[in-house]
């Protein structure tokens, strides 16, 4: 058998009486990618950290690269042994440019003075090497999110890495800079750097890795190679359950067939969106698929009075409302779950009782116009127990908790709004698979109460399995809606030949 790159044996970590890890082992071998999976809390994070030097293993484990040990709990060593580490938050500074980024730290210089021209000199060679379109000159600030990923790497190959950990890279990459970024790691490949990636999206765990070992409650479950990757089994070892219990609706399969709730009529902002039109009905969930750019979000948030439209109107039980501005749908009954909770739906250094009454304290108004705490913390616990809300209190910041908590936090707050249309915007986005499946579970309950749903996402295994319609946009206009029969299932390929207009089968919306 040869050497890996990287062998880590029996790492273990204790955090107090917490066993964050318990005796994992991982290898990576060089040019492969080894995926690593598993729900939040499961010691992904933990793991790298304990790669990279920021945190010191329990005695008894050891890493070795390329055979060698590695003195752990010294980032200087790891970085020195040809270890980095990419995170999801980006650390750069947008103020510098991609030279002085890559070289932060670590300045070329002079006589005392910083060297920019050497800096750039050895930076242009890097990004040719990676192929980007951008300069060392250029200043930060001004790149993409995608573009931004492409400087992380850029300084990780300039520190001579050997091997790179990619933490869920393209949660806020277009389709086209992910694209991008599965060509750069395929360079990267070639060249023989190991990569450890690690994301949610399983489409990605199919493209890009070569093996994929899980994770669950900070212990090692297994590893399936390429030939063997699949959902059922990867869901199986990160939840320990089958993945058939994902998707299961207990809604009526009739839910479509109830009363009209919500009519949109000709809805446009002049801009992305055109004469959209369409219905929801009470009990229904009704999905919305198509590619980056189509103009689901924006027409959700024309609806919702978020944006300004330029024609259309919507209606609810058959009365016209005004929606322009969330204040108006709220009180018509219809709420929106934006696709960014972190910049645009949560208060994260609130706490979770206050960012689940901030739509209704003027409920806890008492005399003279002062909030009753006693009514919002009855309210707030109430939907903590309700939607399974995994925090030690209500009164700890939403900033503290997984993705999965935070978007069951958003979403107690909408439903505290009592709406009869919930609009929810990627609801699964950044959360790990067991999250998914109890978000899953939140969707049908409230169709079965009655509530109309709209679900838009850019997963359609999800689309799929959550929804009893599937309306399909492209490039701002409804290329059609697709509504499953016995004999005639909605599948991936219809969605997608709708999607990108290389087939004309419609329905009536």
Same mark, same amino acid.
């Given at each position: 058998?040869?050497?890996?790159?990287?062998?880590?044996?029996?790492?273990?970590?204790?955090?107090?009486?917490?066993?964050?890890?318990?005796?994992?082992?991982?290898?990576?071998?060089?040019?492969?990618?080894?995926?690593? %999976?598993?729900?939040?809390?499961?010691?992904?994070?933990?793991? %790298?950290?304990?790669?990279?030097?920021?945190?010191?293993?329990?005695?008894?484990?050891?890493?070795?690269?390329?055979?060698?040990?590695?003195?752990?709990?010294?980032?200087?060593?790891?970085?020195?042994?040809?270890?980095?580490?990419?995170?999801?938050?980006?650390?750069?500074?947008?103020?510098?440019?991609?030279?002085?980024?890559?070289?932060?730290?670590?300045?070329?210089?002079?006589?005392?003075?910083?060297?920019?021209?050497?800096?750039?000199?050895?930076?242009?060679?890097?990004?040719?090497?990676?192929?980007?379109?951008?300069?060392?000159?250029?200043?930060?600030?001004?790149?993409?999110?995608?573009?931004?990923?492409?400087?992380?790497?850029?300084?990780?190959?300039?520190?001579?890495?050997?091997?790179?950990?990619?933490?869920?890279?393209?949660?806020?990459?277009?389709?086209?800079?992910?694209?991008?970024?599965?060509?750069?790691?395929?360079?990267?490949?070639?060249?023989?750097?190991?990569?450890?990636?690690?994301?949610?999206?399983?489409?990605?765990?199919?493209?890009?890795?070569?093996?994929?070992?899980?994770?669950?409650?900070?212990?090692?479950?297994?590893?399936?190679?390429?030939?063997?990757?699949?959902?059922?089994?990867?869901?199986?070892?990160?939840?320990?359950?089958?993945?058939?219990?994902?998707?299961?609706?207990?809604?009526?399969?009739?839910?479509?067939?109830?009363?009209?709730?919500?009519?949109?009529?000709?809805?446009?902002?002049?801009?992305?969106?055109?004469?959209?039109?369409?219905?929801?009905?009470?009990?229904?969930?009704?999905?919305?698929?198509?590619?980056?750019?189509?103009?689901?979000?924006?027409?959700?948030?024309?609806?919702?009075?978020?944006?300004?439209?330029?024609?259309?109107?919507?209606?609810?039980?058959?009365?016209?409302?005004?929606?322009?501005?969330?204040?108006?749908?709220?009180?018509?009954?219809?709420?929106?779950?934006?696709?960014?909770?972190?910049?645009?739906?949560?208060?994260?250094?609130?706490?979770?009782?206050?960012?689940?009454?901030?739509?209704? %304290?003027?409920?806890?108004?008492?005399?003279?116009?002062?909030?009753?705490?006693?009514?919002?913390?009855?309210?707030?616990?109430?939907?903590?127990?309700?939607?399974?809300?995994?925090?030690?209190?209500?009164?700890?910041?939403?900033?503290?908790?997984?993705?999965?908590?935070?978007?069951?936090?958003?979403?107690?707050?909408?439903?505290?709004?009592?709406?009869?249309?919930?609009?929810?915007?990627?609801?699964?986005?950044?959360?790990?698979?067991?999250?998914?499946?109890?978000?899953?579970?939140?969707?049908?309950?409230?169709?079965?109460?009655?509530?109309?749903?709209?679900?838009?996402?850019?997963?359609?295994?999800?689309?799929?399995?959550?929804?009893?319609?599937?309306?399909?946009?492209?490039?701002?206009?409804?290329?059609?809606?697709?509504?499953?029969?016995?004999?005639?299932?909605?599948?991936?390929?219809?969605?997608?030949?709708?999607?990108?207009?290389?087939?004309?089968?419609?329905?009536?919306?």
């Amino acid at each position: 058998m040869t050497t890996p790159l990287l062998d880590m044996r029996d790492i273990s970590k204790t955090f107090g009486p917490v066993k964050a890890l318990s005796k994992v082992s991982l290898r990576a071998e060089a040019g492969q990618v080894h995926a690593l %999976m598993g729900e939040n809390g499961a010691g992904k994070s933990t793991l %790298m950290k304990i790669l990279s030097g920021a945190y010191t293993p329990d005695p008894g484990g050891e890493i070795l690269i390329d055979g060698a040990p590695l003195q752990t709990g010294n980032p200087k060593l790891s970085k020195a042994a040809g270890i980095a580490v990419i995170y999801q938050e980006l650390s750069l500074s947008p103020n510098l440019t991609v030279a002085e980024n890559i070289f932060l730290g670590n300045e070329r210089s002079r006589r005392g003075i910083v060297d920019r021209a050497a800096m750039h000199r050895e930076t242009a060679p890097i990004l040719e090497r990676l192929g980007v379109s951008f300069t060392p000159g250029t200043r930060v600030s001004s790149l993409s999110l995608g573009e931004r990923q492409l400087v992380e790497i850029a300084r990780a190959l300039s520190s001579r890495a050997r091997i790179i950990v990619m933490d869920e890279p393209t949660t806020s990459l277009s389709m086209r800079e992910t694209d991008k970024l599965f060509d750069v790691i395929a360079g990267l490949k070639a060249e023989g750097i190991a990569i450890i990636y690690i994301s949610h999206r399983m489409d990605e765990i199919y493209r890009l890795s070569d093996w994929c070992s899980v994770l669950r409650d900070g212990s090692y479950v297994g590893t399936l190679d390429k030939e063997n990757l699949n959902a059922e089994a990867l869901v199986k070892m990160m939840v320990g359950r089958d993945v058939s219990s994902f998707y299961k609706k207990a809604h009526s399969a009739e839910a479509g067939s109830g009363e009209v709730v919500m009519r949109v009529e000709g809805m446009s902002d002049g801009r992305l969106v055109r004469d959209c039109s369409f219905e929801v009905r009470r009990g229904e969930v009704l999905g919305i698929a198509g590619l980056v750019g189509s103009g689901r979000t924006e027409l959700a948030r024309l609806i919702y009075g978020a944006d300004s439209a330029t024609a259309g109107k919507v209606t609810m039980h058959g009365q016209e409302v005004t929606p322009n501005a969330p204040r108006a749908a709220l009180d018509a009954g219809i709420v929106y779950l934006t696709e960014d909770r972190k910049a645009l739906g949560l208060f994260l250094d609130m706490t979770i009782d206050d960012n689940i009454n901030m739509c209704v %304290m003027e409920r806890d108004s008492g005399p003279m116009g002062l909030r009753r705490f006693a009514e919002a913390a009855k309210r707030s616990a109430k939907a903590f127990k309700s939607l399974a809300i995994k925090a030690p209190s209500p009164r700890i910041t939403v900033g503290s908790l997984s993705g999965g908590n935070q978007q069951k936090v958003l979403l107690a707050r909408l439903l505290e709004a009592q709406p009869e249309v919930i609009i929810l915007d990627e609801p699964t986005r950044g959360v790990d698979v067991g999250a998914k499946s109890e978000i899953y579970r939140l969707i049908d309950g409230l169709a079965q109460e009655g509530l109309a749903v709209v679900m838009i996402s850019s997963e359609l295994p999800e689309v799929l399995g959550v929804s009893d319609r599937v309306m399909v946009m492209r490039e701002g206009t409804i290329a059609g809606t697709l509504t499953p029969t016995p004999e005639a299932p909605v599948t991936q390929e219809a969605i997608m030949q709708l999607s990108t207009g290389s087939q004309a089968r419609t329905e009536a919306a």
